[in-house]
């Protein structure tokens, strides 16, 4: 654990960032809505974040290696399963445990 | 589940001098119900997590309670236990969270009542909050059932984190590999965001070529440097469209 007080600190200023972000954009925002710039990037910015995102969680991962197969895998599976079922839930839930599998019982680090 | 019977299983009629408001919370927690179900695996594993990473118990609870921010709540476990500068904790919830601004344009805060109310009403925006109340279905939900839902979802998250912490010391120290739960979190929202542009196939090659890059060229400081090399890259698209409308691309022409 680190230091309690740094540990509430980073959660208390995680908190104003995340509010504020929340919270002023209904002052500022309300003239932009019709700024066709505004529009391009609140239609875009959802998936491309979300991708960097998931490249951001395997950042760790060297493609030669026997290490990457575990993620791979369950990368797949996630995909696999959400596209087949549409269920946020059950992607989610498979692909972990294909990782937790593996990686706990099949490949041992 | 459970949730949902709750307030199913009730159903004696609403006495007449029962105050709106009960009606409202009632509404409100059959409305949850879905996206409790989703929250609680989700929060229970960012507990476990956290406490798996030497975190207090406490912390998952606090975290979930004041930042309610999901997905950026796991980094912040990476982040504080790497003992990471509160500055660039700021700036990453900034950068993760940005998207909340576009938020603003469609969430019927105009419906919520008092200066109380607005607080918690943009407080607790989360994107499930969004999701469930900007969309057709809702327009006609008045103020209170709209905080009673923030509300519900808000518990949901910060008792199933509180739970999971308090659980997580008992998993086993031979099972690994729990926090892929954040990677599939991440692929799941990205692959439905993905369905809703509909065949735009440059905004995820653009996003993932800008990860790409800021990965082999600043490992350090990928999503700072990710995110703005995206924005950049969507702002040119952006004007550039504009200026040639014969691209054909006029979907944001109102």
């Known amino acids: ?109 | 589940m459970r949730i949902d019977s709750v307030a199913v299983g009730d159903s004696s009629p609403p006495a007449p001098d029962r105050s709106p408001s009960t009606g409202h919370a009632r509404a409100a927690l059959a409305d949850s119900a879905s996206v409790g179900l989703g929250f609680l695996p989700l929060g229970l594993a960012f507990g476990a997590l956290a406490a798996r990473s030497g975190l207090d118990w406490w912390w998952a609870g606090l975290s979930a309670a004041l930042v309610y921010g999901g997905s950026f709540e796991f980094l912040l476990i990476g982040m504080v236990t790497a003992a990471a500068p509160p500055a660039s904790i700021a700036v990453t919830a900034f950068l993760v969270n940005v998207r909340h601004v576009f938020y603003a344009l469609s969430f019927p805060l105009h419906r919520v009542r008092g200066r109380l109310g607005k607080a918690y009403g943009t407080y607790a925006l989360s994107d499930e909050a969004y999701a469930l109340t900007a969309g057709e279905r809702s327009r006609s939900w008045p103020g209170p059932r709209i905080l009673w839902l923030q509300l519900f979802m808000h518990l949901y998250w910060a008792g199933s984190a509180t739970a999971g912490a308090l659980l997580g010391t008992l998993i086993p120290d031979g099972v690994t590999g729990l926090d892929f739960a954040l990677t599939a979190l991440f692929t799941v929202l990205a692959l439905d965001a993905l369905r809703g542009l509909r065949g735009d196939l440059p905004t995820p090659l653009l996003a993932l070529l800008s990860a790409l890059i800021a990965r082999v060229l600043v490992p350090g400081q990928l999503l700072p440097v990710a995110f703005a090399l995206f924005t950049a890259g969507l702002l040119v698209r952006a004007a550039a469209t504009r200026n040639r409308p014969m691209t054909g691309e006029e979907p944001y022409r109102a």
Request: hydrophobic share 60%; charged share 10%; glycine share 6%.
């Open chain 1, 1 to 109: 654990m680190p230091e309690p007080g740094y540990a509430v600190a980073a959660v208390l200023v995680s908190a104003a960032v995340t509010w504020a972000l929340r919270a002023l954009p209904f002052a500022v925002l309300a003239p932009l809505r019709a700024s066709a710039t505004v529009r391009h990037l609140s239609t875009r910015m959802p998936a491309g974040v979300m991708v960097i995102l998931v490249v951001y969680c395997l950042r760790d991962l060297s493609v030669s290696s026997v290490g990457a197969l575990a993620p791979l895998s369950a990368l797949a599976a996630t995909i696999g399963l959400h596209l087949w079922r549409r269920n946020a839930l059950l992607s989610i839930l498979g692909g972990t445990a294909v990782h937790v599998v593996l990686v706990s019982a099949v490949l041992p680090r």
